[in-house]
């Protein structure tokens, strides 16, 4: 694809980093990783009545002119979105990339229904506990569909260290792979690249 300008995006780098500061603060290491839970909702306060109440769009964001994307489209997983284009694609993986300031991986999962918000907690309460034991959850709508996004508590084991944030967002209908059907899209993250990704993901034709 084409590298896309922000400005005409319409979503700036200064949006998605003042965003992520206004979610996260720092423990005495230094570490990013503390999220202000007064700005969120955790899974138990969740209700299941789907009444979604947080997008981003374009217009919501401060653009900075020059940095440069490129869209990802996975007819894998039916979906494209916008990254910095100085990101590369990790031949180790099937859909990660990753540079110096960032990356995104992109993978899928069953559900029980269409209830996104037991299918994030069962997720979030698998015995390894990927994105630790108290993660904070936040609601979204994403291309007119209920999306979750998981944000790991300090204690997230080391081996998850690239699962900072989780995107789950719910398929219009289930995605069929092979012998497979999964109800959600999951995108790994980092904080700060969440508006970015969760304002430029669209489906793609099933």
């Known amino acids: 694809m084409d590298k896309i300008d922000i400005a005409v995006l319409g979503v700036g780098v200064f949006a998605a980093t003042q ?20 700005e969120n909702t955790d899974m138990q306060n ?11 769009t374009g217009t919501d964001a401060t653009v ?46 069953e559900g029980t229904g269409d209830n996104i918000d037991e299918a994030v907690q ?7 506990k990927p994105y ?20 790991s508590s300090e204690d997230q084991p080391d081996f998850y260290n690239d699962r ?16 497979k059907s999964y109800d959600y899209v999951v995108i790994w993250t980092l904080p700060e690249y969440v508006p970015l990704i969760i304002s430029t993901l669209r489906f793609v034709t099933q």
């Open 132 to 151: 630790g034991t108290n993660p904070i959850v936040r609601r979204f709508v994403v291309d007119g569909q209920p999306a979750r996004v998981i944000y």
């Open 19 to 38: 965003l992520a500061n206004n979610l996260m603060s720092k423990d005495q290491s230094g570490h990013m990783g503390t999220l202000l839970r007064a």
């Open 46 to 56: 969740l209700s299941n009545t789907g009444n979604d109440n947080s997008s981003l």
């Open 64 to 109: 900075i002119p020059g940095i440069a994307l490129d869209e990802f489209e996975s007819r894998k997983y039916k979906v494209r979105f916008r990254y910095p284009a100085t990101w590369r694609k990790n031949p180790r993986y099937e859909d990660k990339y990753e540079g110096e300031s960032g990356f995104f991986e992109v993978g899928a999962f």
């Open 164 to 179: 900072d944030v989780a995107i789950v967002v719910q398929y219009p209908r289930p995605v069929q792979d092979e012998d």
């Open 122 to 128: 069962s997720q979030i309460n698998e015995d390894y």
